[in-house]
């Protein structure tokens, strides 16, 4: 996109012309596309909670002037969803707030032991209160050490492998199998694998859109955000990221990060947490 400003002009010896600037705003009109979208979804996305927040807290309000205790019962579960929206609401900020800290965080290179990211993301994720009872089945297989931020390749694994869980349908226990290797170029490729709900035909590439979700998975909670906050670290590492269908069912994401670490080899007690 060319933007171009123009304005006449005479030199001193009376010979008339123009001078015509243009400037490339390319960039500026992406982003300026990109930050509307953004916008749009996030008032979108904040609107039904808000509503519900301020819907129940007036029916916490009525129920407090009636002194009859089914009114205070009332009040109890008008106030539970004023809590469930702020979460809701919370939990969108918080996406938001990494997504750009993917994009413009400044990387802190190291060499960083998958292995440990893993147990900890899985340790982490069945200790969590909100956890929904049924304990992910994680193998967990031989994985090298590479270069790279331990915080944002820890939020890959973890946005990856809490999508393994919320995409298994509910009362089945998560299996999820995390493996890698080093490819030919040298690179190491990390698999996650899970059994879940898959992701339908055709639509595999565009999850890692931002705020893009499946068509199958839109009875779960969820902003879109994750993936798309995938793909930016895995990028701002040199490698990329992609999806496909499980061959037993559900769904496989592959993350390449080409810089393997000084200490090339594999911690290969592979195991399950
Ligand atoms: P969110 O889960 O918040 O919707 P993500 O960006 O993490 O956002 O994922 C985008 C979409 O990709 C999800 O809405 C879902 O439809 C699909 N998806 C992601 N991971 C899986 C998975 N492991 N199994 C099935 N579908 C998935």
Redesign the pocket.
Known sequence: VISVSARPIESAAGERGAVAVFHDITDRKHVENELRGFAGVVAHDLKAPLAAIRGYAELIVEALADPDPAAVADALRSAGRVMAGADRMHTLIM?LLDYTAARDATMRVEDVGLRELVDDVVTARTDAPDATGCRPDVFVGALPRVRGDRVLLRQVLD??L???I??TPPGQAPRIDVTARVDGSGAVRVQVA?R????PDG?HAA??DSF???????A???????????RRIVERHGGHIE?MPNPGG??I?VFTVPGVAAERELQDNAHTV
């Not at 893009?212 to 839109?218: I, L, P, Q, V, Y």
């Open positions: 996406e946005n990856l809490g999508n393994a919320k995409y899970d879940g709900i898959g992701i639509e999850v890692f893009h979700r499946a068509s199958n998975g839109t779960m909670p969820g902003t879109g955000l994750g993936l798309a906050i995938c999806a559900g769904t994401f």
